[in-house]
């Protein structure tokens, strides 16, 4: 993929010097405080991030999301040549955005670090914390993966505090690649203040503030610091005004997001044992206890040990030297968690997970995000986590938007079908192209075979709900279902005039057949009204 991806990219992308991020926990906070610091420093930064968010708010230039058309001209060069898989063909439209909006520096992430081999000006880069991913593979397999993202000749800087045989896997990397490995000296870093969940760090001079209490959102701190120190060194002229003012600009610097202190409500994108472990100590840190969780996990493979490790704030590795700490013993902030599949996963998984979880919570199964948010705003006396994957916490965050800052309110709702037929093989008929236009829409239809009476008198008018099956809805989503919140215009045989704004439905009307055919239309310039 690194050769086809150089292949992929023109001179102009070629000619941008890019700052690498590889490691399994910290690209993300570290990504955006060093590009904080380069445009503080006068530099046309570009941003990569990788994850769930759509890509035209991934690219990002000073600090800007991309303009669509820089992102539409990417796309298209890319489309002429050979497919590339979505790492890389992500990667590849950052970099073309970058070159023709004229970035001279640009900060990408790297999910896959043998992808810097296609970038062919790379002066700095970066490891960041290299923790257990839950899966098989280990400590140094995955240091040595990350390692791919060293250069000739280039600094590569590392997060403090990395485990020994990390450390020693990067050492023996750099020294077979003549790249300096540059390793923040934990004793440099000093907390100046703290309250609740946010603090002050010093490091080596430079004050950084924290989103979040803990020694890894420090750790990203010092790894910018020093990113800003080598690139200074490789001749960008980078002055201290810059990267004090760069660390104090960025918003988000760590997954970790409070949405609010009253109630508490803590989003976390983590979904590695070693993210759960660091979340679960900055919590103790800060003293939480009697909150519900909600977890919205991907995939099956770690989950045990994500779960053990959100409860006890250990490793794997770690937990096997205490032998003092049994599954749902322990002590931790959480009295109830909630298991819930994120969009675009199936529920059976969640509830596979939610039997791995009652060995360590009190756990629960919910079919939807927001029936998980109800039932866990109802059982908290603290507050809220949302955790598990980045989708579960984007997905979260709109949700619970909504809920606070749009007037929404949410209920539990029993969507019934009613099919009526005079042979059982026209129903039958009618119900296989109903379920077929609901598996279209990603909608999943349960038959209530043995309950057709019960679902027949809770859909009369009577105000009587005999279905236990409810999902939980926004007033806005729940309106939807609602016969007369619109009028539709659909006239067989007539013209198409576009779509209506609120149910998405076409408009088709022939005004021959009005008793007055005039009609007018409005739109801004440059907008279709020809």
């Known amino acids: 993929p690194a050769e086809e991806l150089r292949a992929a990219l023109p001179a102009a992308a070629q000619q941008v010097a890019y700052v690498g991020a590889a490691g399994t926990a910290g690209k993300t906070a570290s990504a955006a405080l060093i590009a904080a610091v380069l445009k503080a420093a006068g530099f046309v930064t570009g941003l990569y991030h990788a994850g769930c968010e759509p890509l035209a708010q991934r690219i990002r230039i000073n600090g800007n999301p991309v303009d669509a058309g820089l992102l539409c001209t990417a796309a298209e060069q890319l489309s002429s040549r050979k497919p590339l898989p979505r790492a890389a063909a992500e990667l590849a439209a950052a970099a073309i955005c970058f070159g023709a909006a004229g970035c001279r520096l640009a900060v990408v992430e790297l999910p896959d670090a043998g992808l810097a081999e296609a970038l062919a000006h790379m002066p700095v880069c970066v490891v960041t914390s290299i923790g257990p991913d839950g899966v098989s593979r280990s400590l140094e397999r995955s240091a040595a993966l990350a390692a791919g993202v060293m250069r000739e000749g280039a600094i590569c800087v590392t997060a403090p505090d990395q485990p020994k045989a990390v450390l020693s896997e990067l050492i023996v990397a750099a020294g077979r690649g003549d790249c300096e490995l540059v390793v923040p000296d934990p004793d440099d870093i000093t907390f100046l203040e703290a309250e609740k969940f946010t603090s002050k760090v010093d490091y080596g001079g430079y004050t950084a503030p924290l989103a979040f209490l803990g020694r890894h959102a420090a750790g990203n701190a010092a790894v910018a610091v020093e990113l800003a120190l080598a690139l200074w060194r490789k001749g960008f002229e980078i002055p201290d005004e810059a ?146 994957s980045e989708a579960i916490a984007l997905e979260a965050e709109k949700l619970l938007e909504d809920l606070q800052n749009h007037d929404e309110k949410m209920f539990m709702v029993t969507i019934l079908l009613v099919h009526t037929a005079p042979t059982k093989q026209k129903l039958e008929n009618i119900i296989y192209s109903v379920n077929g236009i609901a598996n279209a829409n990603n909608c999943n239809l349960i038959r209530l075979d043995y309950q057709q009476e019960q679902g027949f008198v809770s859909a009369l008018p009577l105000g009587v709900n005999q279905v236990e099956i409810q999902r939980g809805l926004t007033t806005s989503g729940t309106a939807i279902f609602l016969p007369f919140r619109s009028c539709e215009v659909f006239q067989p045989g007539g013209l198409y005039y576009g779509v209506n704004t609120q149910t998405k439905h076409i408009i088709l009307a022939d005004r021959k057949t009005l008793k007055c055919p005039n009609g007018i239309v409005l739109g801004t310039p440059g907008s279709g009204k020809s």
């Open 243 to 388: 990267i004090l003012a760069g660390l104090a600009a960025v918003e988000n610097r760590s997954s970790i997001r409070v949405l609010s202190q009253k109630p508490l409500i803590i989003l976390d994108a983590c979904r590695t044992p070693q993210q759960a472990a660091a979340l679960l100590r900055v919590l103790n840190m800060a003293k939480v206890r009697h909150m519900s969780a909600v977890i919205g996990l991907t995939e099956e493979e770690g989950a045990e040990s994500f779960l053990a490790a959100l409860e006890t704030g250990l490793t794997s590795e770690e937990q096997k030297k205490d032998k003092s700490t049994m599954p749902g013993m322990g002590e931790n902030p959480f009295d109830k968690v909630f298991l819930v599949a994120p969009a675009g996963t199936e529920a059976a998984l969640a509830e596979r997970l939610t039997e791995k979880a009652r060995y360590h919570f009190d756990a629960v199964f919910c079919p939807t995000l927001a029936e998980a948010v109800e039932q866990a705003k109802a059982n908290s006396r603290r507050g809220l986590l949302v955790c598990g």
